[in-house]
Every structure is written in C-alpha cells, then in structure tokens.
C-alpha cells in the first residue's frame, strides 16, 4: 500500500486506517469522487504543505512565486495527479510547465530521469536521501518557501459508525495532552485512567498504553520529524493563546456529483420537514441575544443557523425554528430527544464528543468557530453539533 492508493484500501476494506492522508478536504469527507463515498478524518496531527525541490536553477524560480517565464522559462514541475497542490499549481502555472505523474514515486523516478527539473510534493518527501536513494546524482536543493498550509491526518472509513473515529481521535488527543502536561513515555502511569469507552478494565489504562507504546507527540516528533521540518519554525507547536487557530478546509472543484441525502437521514427529514429546527443559548451577547429594534434573536450562533437554513432551503434562511435552550446540558438533551437538528454554540471538549457525561452519548461536532478568551465562561472553544 502507498499513500496515494491509500483511500482504496479503505474503501474496499484491505485497511482500517490511513496514516498521513492528505488535508481533509470538504469534498473528501462527503463524496470523494474516486471510490464514491466519504471518509471520516481524525483531527490533524502534522502541518506540513507545498515545498518546491530539485534543480537549483528551477528551485529558485518555483520558490520566486513560481515564476515561468524568462530565464524560468524553462521550468517544468513534476506535479502528482489527484492532489490539492495539483489544481493549486493548475490554476497559476501554464500546462506546458506542468509534467502530470500519478504518484510520489514517480515524481522521484521522472526528477531521476531528467524528465522534469523540479518537483511540487509535502515538505516532508523532499529529504535529499529520499532522492539520492532513487539514483539521483546531480544538484540538488530544497524551496524555503511553503506556498499552502496542510495537516495530515488519519482517514476512516465513514460508515455511520462514529465509536471509531472518536478512538482514534481520542487517542491522538491524549498524545498532545501528556506532552501539554509534561508526561512522557517513561511516565506514562501519570496519565488519569479513563472511562470514556466503558467503565470495565479493557480500555481503562488506553491513554497510558498509547504513551508507553509511542511516547507523547512531542518524543514522537523529536525522533522523525525534527531534522526534516524543525519545530520552532514550523506549526507543529502546541497552542500557548498566541496562535490562530481558524484554517479553513480546501474547497476543491465543484464538479464533483455526490449521492444526494441519505434516505431517511438527517437531512432528508430536514428537507421533508421544510424547517430546521436550530438550538441557541439566549441573552449571550454577541452570539444569541434580543435585539428590540428587529423583535428578534441576533448573534453569531443565530447568523450560522439561518446561514445553514439558507444552504439547506435555496437561500431561504427564514426557514428556521430558534429553539431556545436553557443551558448547555438542555441543548445536548433536546439532541438527544430529537427535538432540535443543530445545537449552536456547544462546546468542543473531547468528552462531549465521545461520550457527553449528561446524556451518555456522544455528539458530532464540528470545528470550532469561536475560540473565548481565556477564563471566559467554562471553555474556550465553540463548536456546532
């Protein structure tokens, strides 16, 4: 198995997991067009992006804004079909400076064999060993530019059963916590026992077996990734409240056709209902309060709901029932109960996720849109279930 056939593996049941897929995307969690179905991913856990290698002459002008003309003229970019960099390099770069292969290998064999003098690839594959390692014996070098931002992530099968996803999800968490909280591999019994998987003994010390296995991601980034993308420069750092925290996922083309609503799912009953039923927490200023000159609930949490009521109904975003909710427990209850759609404004916890200690079961969130200031209410994540 490579990592370019990766998602066919898994669409036909030879893997159970893919390591290193590339950036989820929005069509790749819905429809992926090549196997017909969608992919759950977990959270990121390596940023990486678009790098430049090759020939010294056509590194420098790829990392010149890929420049093409001129003394560049004659540049020619090995680029991998079916990738995000592919249609990134596409949109901007004439098709004659553009050599299509089908995967990361031959990018490296068509480099070897001179049929292209530079290549677009992650920052991670362009190690010189890599290259030298296929035969490659000439100049040599690596852009210092990194012209897209991508987080690699573990890809699941998306077949309705979310206790997978949260595994592994929980699972990586858990690696970014001990290294937050100063546990390593060595110490991993420091790690709290948990629950979240059941109250028996089979998964109670999970998060400290991961740790002795592997290490926390600060062990594990130190041992193989260190030399190839150094972390102080890079934006595998954990969150100290100075970073941004907001990346968008790629849209790609919008030629893709999925399969429609699944019958009798969720957004078939939306659809059949004609009003999508959207939880709020009210007198929240700036995300869900009464405004008197319009007689009416305004804020960021109510402009999502009518935003997704207009996705959902042709632009009419009236179509929308504002169930106000007591509190976060209530709105978690009425998901439950099946008495609204969408809970806006939930908090992104790990445990509201996998198993939400007040009704017992877990919910789909999405990724956070609202990151409080520290100290303000109980988290500082918000997240629409």
Aim: proline fraction near 4%.
């Amino acid at each position: 198995m490579t990592l370019d056939n990766g998602v066919e593996h898994l669409a036909n049941g030879t893997a159970d997991i893919i390591m290193q897929e590339p950036t989820p995307t929005v069509e790749r969690d819905v429809f992926e067009d090549t196997n017909s179905m969608g992919f759950s991913y977990s959270i990121p856990y390596l940023f990486d992006g678009l790098k430049f290698a090759g020939l010294p002459f056509a590194t420098a002008c790829a990392d010149d804004d890929i420049k093409t003309f001129f003394e560049c003229s004659d540049i020619r970019i090995c680029s991998i079909q079916g990738l995000s960099y592919h249609e990134f390099l596409a949109r901007r770069v004439p098709g004659r400076n553009i050599l299509s292969v089908p995967d990361l290998q031959e990018a490296y064999m068509a480099f070897t064999r001179g049929d292209c003098n530079v290549m677009a690839i992650q920052g991670i594959t362009t190690g010189e060993p890599v290259i030298r390692a296929f035969g490659y014996e000439g100049e040599y070098t690596v852009g210092r530019n990194l012209f897209t931002r991508d987080g690699l992530s573990m890809a699941v099968l998306d077949d309705d059963d979310s206790e997978w996803i949260d595994f592994v999800n929980s699972v990586l968490l858990a690696l970014f916590a001990a290294e937050e909280k100063g546990i390593a591999k060595a110490s991993n019994e420091a790690f709290v026992p948990q629950s979240l998987f059941g109250s028996g003994e089979e998964y109670k010390d999970m998060f400290q077996n991961a740790l002795a296995a592997s290490g926390n991601y600060g062990e594990i980034y130190a041992t193989y990734w260190e030399p190839v993308v150094p972390r102080a420069t890079s934006w595998n750092r954990l969150n100290n409240g100075t970073s941004g925290l907001i990346k968008a996922r790629a849209l790609e083309s919008t030629l893709h056709r999925g399969p429609g609503p699944v019958e009798g799912g969720s957004l078939e009953r939306i659809l059949r209902r004609g009003l999508l039923r959207c939880a709020v927490r009210p007198n929240r200023t700036g995300f869900a309060f009464y405004d008197p000159e319009i007689s009416s609930l305004r804020g960021m949490d109510v402009d999502y709901c009518y935003a997704l009521a207009a996705s959902l109904f042709n632009g009419e975003y009236g179509f929308v029932d504002l169930v106000e909710v007591l509190d976060e427990t209530d709105g978690f209850k009425k998901l439950a109960q099946d008495k609204v759609d969408v809970f806006a404004g939930a908090t992104w916890t790990a445990q509201n996720d996998f198993r939400e200690p007040r009704t017992g079961i877990g919910y789909a969130l999405t990724a956070p849109y609202f990151y409080r200031p520290e100290g303000y209410g109980d988290d500082d994540r918000y997240a629409t279930k």
